[in-house]
Structure formats: C-alpha cells, structure tokens
C-alpha cells in the first residue's frame, strides 16, 4: 500500500489487491473493479463497434504490473484526490521508459458517490481534464449509469461500471476523437504530437476541423 498525500488517496498494485493488501473499508469495491476490468476492459464486446478489447492498454499494463487502484483516505475532497493522483503520475511516470509510461494506469475507485447520478462524476472530470490533457494525461470516468455514447457505437454505452471511478492514463497519439470537440484540448494534442501522427488520424483530424 502507497500513501499519496495522506489525507487524500492510498493506491495499491493489482497484485496487492489480489493478496488482499487493502484496508477492509476499500478492500470489496476495490476488488470488485479489478475484476470488472479482467473480464470487461480485457475484453472483445458485441456492441462496442469494432474489433479488440474495450480498453487495449489494460491487459498490457497488468501483464507489465502497472496497472494500479486507488481509494480516498476518510472524507477526502475528490477534487483534491485527483490532483494528489496527477503529481503521483508524473512522478513515477518520470522514471519509466516510453513504452511503460503509455501502460501506466490508476484507477480512483469512489463508492460513496451516487450510482444512480452521473452527474457529479461527470462534472469532476469535465473540471479535472483540462490540465490533465495539458500535461499529456487522460482522465476517464465510469460511472454505472453513464451515459456517455460509445466512440465507435454510439449506442454502446462504454464507461458503464459497477462503482463510480475516475480512470488516469498518459495521452497517447490516437486518443484524438477524445479530444477533438474541446478547441482547448485539440490544440494540446496538436502542440504534443504533429510531428508524429499517423496517415489514419490526420485523416480523422481534417474530418474533424473542415466545416
């Protein structure tokens, strides 16, 4: 178990989650995410509109152990947890390889927030996600009554989960359809990455752009 500003966050490995190296308060929902993401994240699903798992990087980062939970410690104000989350992310992603840094997930697991309201959720990644793409970071929200589309099947209703979680991950290069609605946030991804983006996503950002 690591502390992150203790008063705000504790975060464990997969493994330490397995071993059951959690305090009992967060041990069951905590648990219970993990296990959603080896059976969905991992996975192929009818409605998700195209080939391959729902999330390709979460079977690689438990395969390479980076692949974290998190929890608040107390009645800690998530706003902060998240801030507290996106130091800790720099910090270690610093020391990691290129490759490793892009498996490099944590998981903020809040099963006090309301499950039968997104909205509250939804408002703190709204709020959170200007920075965090800023500094070339991704925070996801799932929710289990969510409703954001899916990206590829607007019908499928992807970020569903059992618990209410925030998801932190680095921006990699094709998360431009994530992006492209915010100005703010297209131009972050367009400093970050001109040089490097592939045929395929120029393609998708001059769709995007062109009235």
């Not at 993990?34 to 990087?57: D, I, K, Q, T």
């Not at 200007?130 to 970020?159: R, S, T």
């Not at 431009?176 to 983006?197: C, D, G, N, Q, T």
Request: with cysteine; hydrophobic share 45%; glycine share 6%.
């Amino acid at each position: 178990m690591t502390a992150v500003n203790q008063a705000q966050v504790l975060f464990w490995s997969a493994a330490e989650v397995d071993a059951g190296e959690v305090p009992s308060e967060h041990l069951a929902p905590v648990r219970e995410i993990l296990a959603w993401a080896r059976r969905y994240l991992v996975s192929p699903h009818p409605e998700l509109g195209r080939n391959g798992p729902v999330c390709p990087y979460t079977q690689p980062s438990l395969h390479k152990g980076l692949f974290h939970l998190a929890a608040l410690s107390g009645e800690g104000d998530v706003g902060a947890a998240v801030e507290s989350l996106r130091g800790w992310y720099e910090r270690l992603g610093a020391t990691m390889s290129t490759a490793d840094r892009e498996l490099l997930t944590v998981l903020l697991v809040l099963p006090h927030l309301d499950h039968t309201d997104a909205s509250g959720l939804d408002e703190i990644q709204r709020v959170a996600k200007d920075k965090f793409v800023e500094d070339g970071l991704m925070i996801g929200q799932f929710h289990p009554v969510c409703d954001a589309p899916g990206l590829w099947n607007p019908e499928f209703k992807a970020l569903r989960a059992p618990v209410p979680l925030l998801a932190i991950r680095k921006l990699v290069v094709f998360d431009l359809p994530f992006l492209v609605e915010h100005k703010a946030h297209a131009e972050s991804y367009i400093r970050r990455f001109a040089p490097e983006i592939p045929p395929r996503i120029r393609k998708q950002l001059a769709q995007r752009l062109t009235p």
